[in-house]
């Protein structure tokens, strides 16, 4: 499957954002699937994730603020981002796998592009 992330940008701090990310090549319901993040000088960090079956999972950080979805018969998943802070600045990855659902990097096979947020005043 092959993943493309948009809607990144710059924000004030206290907006909103919605990221998307567009699959192609396979049908989406067989995927759990992810959005992690980068923040410069920093590694690559969980976020949220959604099981086949909708349930969800987030970071403490993002907790509250921030709300994964997604559409099968689309072929998308959203992150909506609300509240930004500045400490969520970073590439936001999109990502997908076939296994069980899990939360660490290393069992997603296919990736985004990646798309950048930026939080400042």
């Known amino acids: 499957v092959q993943l493309q992330a948009s809607g990144g940008g710059l924000v004030e701090p206290g907006g909103s954002l919605r990221l998307s990310c567009a699959a192609s090549?396979?049908?989406?319901?067989?995927?759990?699937l992810a959005w992690f993040r980068q923040a410069p000088g920093k590694e690559r960090e969980f976020v949220a994730a959604?099981?086949?079956?909708?349930?969800?999972s987030y970071a403490d950080s993002v907790k509250g603020r921030f709300t994964i979805s997604r559409d099968n018969a689309k072929s998308t998943m959203s992150l909506q981002m609300n509240s930004l802070k500045p400490e969520d600045t970073a590439v936001y990855y999109c990502?997908?796998?076939?296994?069980?659902?899990?939360?660490?990097?290393?069992?997603?096979?296919?990736w985004g592009q990646g798309t950048l947020v930026t939080v400042s005043s």
């Open positions: 959604i099981s086949r079956g909708d349930s969800t």
């Open positions: 090549g396979r049908a989406l319901s067989w995927f759990v």
């Open positions: 990502a997908a796998t076939s296994r069980p659902f899990r939360t660490d990097a290393g069992v997603f096979e296919y």
